[in-house]
């Protein structure tokens, strides 16, 4: 099975912190993205990457950074986090090309910020 | 640009009761549709699929018909349990480029016993 792992379930930092929010896959897909879920909202795009040191800035850039060293890997940066980035983190993956182009999702990182 | 349009929720239900969420998309050529399913506390996953005009996705007991006369996606279930409950998200993804998928802004599904 496809696996999409994010490093923390839940996280509270204040304002102005930096925060580090990772995410692995294990089934060697090219695509990796960031989105955050707001209610009312639905699911946003932050930025995708579609191969290693690759990245795309996706519908809400703006207080965001990625990077992605490894194929397997893809980080969402908050330089300085601030309280209206208090929000549900998903990253999710993809193969580059198929018929189906499903993507896979980790469970999610909640973030408050004080 | 492309783009989904869901039922507003939350849509609320009791236990057997048959289920419609709507779904109406926006695109260029005829698209993939997709249906997601996000259970409490969970990221999502893929709940069903239809690749071509007239197919019919399915899967635990929920259908979705491609209907490019009216470029609709609908989901269905005859007898919803408490454990459907959960936010549903239907998606389009691009005929072409990087796989953006867009989705529509979710519709919450409450079952009560």
């Known amino acids: 099975d496809v696996k999409v792992t994010q490093s923390s379930r839940y996280l509270v930092k204040r304002t102005g912190e930096k925060v580090f929010l990772e995410c692995v896959q294990d089934?060697?897909?090219?695509?990796m993205f960031w989105y955050r879920q707001d209610p009312g909202l639905g699911l946003r795009l932050i930025y995708f990457s579609y191969d290693v040191k690759m990245k795309e800035k996706g519908d809400i850039p703006e207080g965001y950074s990625v990077s992605r060293e490894k194929k397997e890997r893809f980080s969402l940066i908050l330089e300085s986090a601030s309280t209206n980035q208090t929000s549900m983190y998903l990253c999710?993956?993809?193969?580059?090309?198929?018929?189906?182009?499903?993507?896979?999702f980790g469970e999610g990182s909640r973030l408050t910020v004080l | 640009g492309d783009s989904v349009t869901q039922m507003e929720g939350p849509v609320t239900l009791s236990e057997e009761a048959f289920l419609t969420i709507n779904c109406t998309y926006t695109a260029t050529g005829y698209p993939s549709l997709f249906w997601y399913v996000q259970y409490p506390g969970e990221g999502l996953q893929l709940l069903l699929k239809?690749?071509?005009?007239?197919d019919k996705g399915s899967n635990k007991g929920f259908e979705a018909t491609y209907r490019k006369e009216t470029t609709s996606f609908h989901l269905e279930k005859g007898s919803v349990q408490v454990s459907d409950s959960a936010v549903y998200f239907c998606?389009?993804?691009?005929?072409?480029?990087?796989?953006?998928?867009?989705f529509g802004t979710g519709t919450r599904l409450l079952v009560s016993p």
């Open positions: 999710a993956s993809s193969w580059a090309s198929g018929v189906s182009r499903e993507l896979f």
């Open positions: 998606a389009l993804p691009p005929r072409t480029g990087f796989q953006k998928l867009v």
């Open positions: 089934m060697d897909h090219e695509n």
């Open positions: 239809a690749t071509k005009a007239d």
